[in-house]
């Protein structure tokens, strides 16, 4: 890929399941995409990114592909996806896939073949391990390593069929393919061009820093003993950048990408490093365009588990500010507050009370939009969508708070209060309740019943209201977007940031040749004046209060304000 159109770009992500749902089940489904492209096309984004829309038993909500090659029937089916890719890119809108490819589902026939003998040729297909030496397969802790699940509980799935164990990084609904294999390989990058040549315009790969592996035949115990209180040890440094990553992702540009233009490839890598980051989006590499990194999004959680800690903005800025500089030179960021996995932004970095939700969402949006790299918003982000008031445990769905609550309340006896307190700040079901478009029962997603409920304050935070207000997030967002367009130092002025040990503003430039920009957002509900010196009379290119209060001249913020001001 030698165009870089990216660097110019938005993407949208579209959870299909809670976008929009046009037949009445309670599931979102392409035909409720297809009915809302203009609500993309007005909003200004350039590219939409679709969670997986694969057949899957939606034990993961589509994280688990049970065929790569065809399209969920609660979604739709291969018709409506092509109407959708063609209605997308009549509007100008290219669609990028979801490529979930270290796992597949149980249920897949690669998965079914795998397991059903020692000498199938799938068989190493997938991570078959025995027991630990010397021990009963199947028995409590004969599991080849010690490794505890994302989802809780352990890594490894005693299969009775053929007494061997296969691992899953995630539910047991989702074993994890066997990269080591070339088969696998060459299975999944013929899918990857097969869904090219339909037409979309990239993938979005899931914890794709995950595909490399290393253990030894019999497993070994990681750091010799388990963390105090943990059921299970962390296995990260036997599937985390692996040594055959580089390599594996360097054969799939050459196999899938070479010679094709107009695409977008970003590689979604928990606890990926700058240095590594920089190997994977140097484009002389030949690897991928952008990664999702996660420091950011892990700021405000502590170093036990269940501990919630609060903002730290310096800290905050320390992380997105070395991210900057790193990619600075070669490589380049992905900007990202919210997706599916992460609770929403206002309700988490902002103020979402009736007084500060609009500020601070406008005031996110500008801090996030005017770093460099390519922003991401997710379905909501551009309506202000806040966290939902879940009372109990009995209503989250998500297979990651259930198992992670088994785990912490009976394995590991911790106060389930704790738990709850976590997951209603920190839950994914906060990101997946239904798109909210109007102030109807059930926001105008659904004519049904819902597959989570709609958050009560649809009434008041909707994309009706929004479009038809001039003030709201929505068309806050829909300049932000624009300004990307029409103001070059956006997307290729370089970064510096300001006013590093500040625990209450957000302050950086952008310089492209003569111009440049100041950008202040200010992180809490205070007036605060900015230390910043020689910017007077320059202009004023956005701010998100209409009336500001406070007349003591440009550098100081009144609550959650955002600034962004440009000298030549
Ligand atoms: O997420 C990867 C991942 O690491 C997440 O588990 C994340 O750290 C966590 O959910 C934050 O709470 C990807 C997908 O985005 C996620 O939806 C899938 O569940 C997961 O992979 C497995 O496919």
Redesign the pocket.
């Known amino acids: 890929m030698t165009d870089s159109w990216w660097k110019k770009s938005v993407v949208y992500q579209i959870y299909p399941r809670s976008f929009a749902d046009a037949d009445g089940d309670g599931m979102g489904d392409l035909r409720g995409v297809i009915d809302h492209l203009d609500h993309l096309a007005e909003l200004g984004v350039d590219v939409l990114w679709l969670s997986p829309v694969y057949p899957s038993p939606q034990d ?1 909500n589509g ?1 688990d592909i049970s065929d790569y090659q065809d399209i969920e029937p609660l979604f739709g089916d291969l018709k409506t996806f092509d109407e959708l890719l063609a209605g997308a890119h009549e509007r100008g809108l290219k669609i990028v896939m979801d490529l ?1 490819v ?2 597949s589902s149980d249920e897949h026939p690669w998965f079914l073949a795998s397991r059903s003998s020692k000498d199938d040729p799938k068989r190493d297909w997938y991570w078959w391990r025995p027991a630990r030496d010397g021990m009963e397969p199947g028995a409590p802790g004969a599991e080849p390593t010690n490794w505890g699940s ?1 989802f809780g509980g352990s890594t490894w799935e005693f299969d009775q069929a053929t007494g061997e164990y296969y691992l899953h990084l ?1 539910s047991r609904k ?1 074993p994890d393919l066997n990269w080591e294999n070339p088969e696998v390989r060459q299975a999944v990058y013929a899918m990857m061009r097969w869904w090219l040549d339909r037409g979309v315009d990239g993938f979005r790969m ?2 794709i820093n995950m595909i490399s592996k290393t253990f030894g035949p019999d497993g070994a115990l990681l750091d010799g003993q388990l963390p105090v209180g943990s059921a299970y040890a962390d296995g990260s440094s036997g599937f985390l950048a692996g040594p055959r990553l580089h390599e594996f992702l360097q054969e799939m540009h050459r196999e899938v990408f070479a010679g094709r233009e107009g695409l977008l490839t970003v590689g ?1 890598m ?1 606890g990926v490093t700058v240095d590594e980051a920089i190997r994977h989006t140097d484009p002389d590499q030949h690897e991928i365009d952008m990664v999702f990194q ?1 420091d950011h999004v892990w700021v405000d959680r502590g170093s036990e588990p269940w501990r919630l800690v609060p903002l730290q903005l310096t800290k905050l800025k320390a992380i997105l500010g070395r991210w900057q500089a790193g990619l600075a030179e070669k490589g380049w960021n992905s900007l990202y507050w919210n ?4 609770p929403r932004v206002v309700s988490r970095y902002g103020d979402d009370s009736p007084e500060h939700r609009v500020a601070s969402a406008k005031m996110l949006g500008t801090v996030l939009h005017l770093h460099r790299g390519t922003p991401y918003v997710y379905q909501g982000e551009e309506l202000g969508m806040t966290n939902h008031p879940f009372r109990g445990i009995d209503e989250f769905q998500d297979i ?1 708070a259930l198992g992670m609550y088994r785990q912490a309340v009976e394995q590991e006896g911790r106060d389930p209060e704790d738990v709850l307190t976590f997951l209603r700040a ?1 839950g ?1 079901d906060n990101a997946r309740t239904p798109m909210q478009w109007d102030d109807s029962p059930h926001a105008g997603f659904t004519t049904g019943t819902p597959w989570l409920p709609v958050n009560p304050n649809h009434t008041e935070i909707n994309a009706a209201a929004q479009r038809a207000d001039p003030d709201s997030v929505f068309h806050y967002y829909r300049r932000l977007i624009e300004l990307r367009r029409t103001e070059p130092a956006v997307a290729d002025g370089d970064f510096t940031m300001l006013l590093p040990h500040d625990e209450r503003l957000y302050a950086f430039t952008r310089r492209l040749d003569r111009t440049e920009l100041l950008v202040i957002g200010n992180f809490t509900g205070e007036t605060v004046r900015a230390e910043i010196d020689g910017w007077d009379g320059a202009e004023l290119v956005l701010t998100n209060l209409t009336k500001v209060a406070s007349p003591t001249g440009v550098l100081t913020l009144a609550p959650w304000q955002a600034v962004i001001y440009r000298r030549m």
């Open positions: 993961d994280y979930v270290n796992h994302v995630f989702q899931d914890v979604e928990p996660f997706n599916h996995d992460q990651e920190q994914r």
